[in-house]
Nanobody, 126 residues
Framework: QVQLAESGGGSVQAGGSLRISCVVSGDTPRTYTMAWFRQPPGKEREGVASIVSGGRVSYADSVKGRFTIAKDNAENTLYLEMNKLRPEDTAIYYC????????????????????WGQGTQVTVSP
């Protein structure tokens, strides 16, 4: 079993930056796909970014050039660096893992991930 625990959410003004983290513990697979998803208030959950164990990344168009996904293998932690934040980035952010490689050209798809964290709230004020 794999456990995922997000942290680092908070409140920030538009134009600001925030970094959220996801610590991976348990029986971590050697090959995997990890991703960030978010659920804005009153909306469906959507894919934000993904990274595979070989390093390939993908992003949703809405965050390209502003967000960066990265994995620190030594600390077994997934990060999402968020810059130039906008009020529409307000959401609960979730990390997820699939114990297999999926190469995305766009945003990750949630039905392909089997392990999920509990989420962390990010609020961006105008």
């Amino acid at each position: 079993q794999v456990q995922l625990a997000e942290s680092g959410g908070g409140s920030v003004q538009a134009g600001g930056s925030l970094r959220i983290s996801c610590v991976v513990s348990g029986d971590t697979p050697r090959t995997y796909t990890m991703a960030w998803f978010r659920q804005p208030p009153g909306k469906e959950r959507e894919g934000v970014a993904s990274i595979v164990s070989g390093g390939r990344v993908s992003y949703a168009d809405s965050v390209k050039g502003r967000f960066t996904i990265a994995k620190d293998n030594a600390e077994n932690t997934l990060y999402l660096e968020m810059n130039k934040l906008r009020p529409e980035d307000t959401a609960i952010y979730y990390c997820a893992m699939r114990p297999a490689i999926i190469w995305y050209s766009g945003p990750p798809q949630e039905d392909e991930f089997s392990y999920w964290g509990q989420g962390t709230q990010v609020t961006v004020s105008p």
